[in-house]
């Protein structure tokens, strides 16, 4: 009985011991990892906050948010009511490194003037991605990008 139950034991370690290191190939391969951009679009002439201004400069809903590389769309978002956009990608369709590479961009494409007429109707808003730090989420690690600083192009 004594025999069995050590045997048992032996077998559970040796499960435990299998799934653990399935679990760090997970984790290599890139299966429990998730990309997570992010970031605020204001409703001024670059898309950034404006320092020290009397009044909050107000935020830009509703703007069509791109993820860009190489010059194809492969994300995209609206920001909320508060010019907050968020996309969660899959890092083993998409390689982190490229992401943060100047292959890669964040662009809005919705003119600014959607959200202030005073406000050009041309040209888009552009940043490149920055890692910001990885957070844990249960079994997952997640990736935090944010944009760099926005820039109006192509007006
Ligand atoms: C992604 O980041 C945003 C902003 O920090 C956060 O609200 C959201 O919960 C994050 N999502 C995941 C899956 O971590
Ligand atoms: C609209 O943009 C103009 C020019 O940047 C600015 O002076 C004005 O305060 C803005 N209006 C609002 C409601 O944010």
């Known amino acids: 009985m004594y025999m069995a ?4 034991k032996c077998v559970a370690f040796l499960v435990m ?5 399935q679990l760090a190939e997970a984790q290599v ?12 679009v204001s409703c001024s002439l670059n898309g950034n ?27 995209s978002a609206l920001t909320n009511g508060a010019g907050v956009f968020n996309m969660v990608l899959n890092p ?15 662009r809005v494409v919705t003119p600014l003037s959607n959200c202030n007429a005073t406000l050009p109707s041309t040209g888009i808003l552009q ?12 079994l997952f690690s997640v990736f935090n990008l944010v944009p760099v600083t926005f820039r109006l192009i192509g007006i």
Do not use: D
């Not at 990892?33 to 970031?39: A, H, K, P, Q, V």
């Not at 083993?92 to 964040?106: G, P, R, T, Y």
């Not at 940043?127 to 249960?138: D, H």
């Open 5 to 8: 139950m050590g045997g048992l």
């Open 17 to 21: 011991v299998a799934s653990a290191s």
């Open 29 to 40: 391969l890139g299966l429990l990892n998730l990309i997570n951009i992010s970031g605020l």
């Open 49 to 75: 906050i404006i320092p020290n201004a009397a009044t909050p400069t107000p935020p830009f809903p509703n703007a069509l948010v791109e993820v860009s590389c190489g010059g194809n769309v492969i994300s």
């Open 92 to 106: 083993l369709q998409f390689l982190l490194n490229n992401l943060l590479s100047s292959n890669c961009n964040v």
């Open 127 to 138: 940043s490149p991605l920055q890692l910001i730090g990885t957070t844990a989420q249960g």
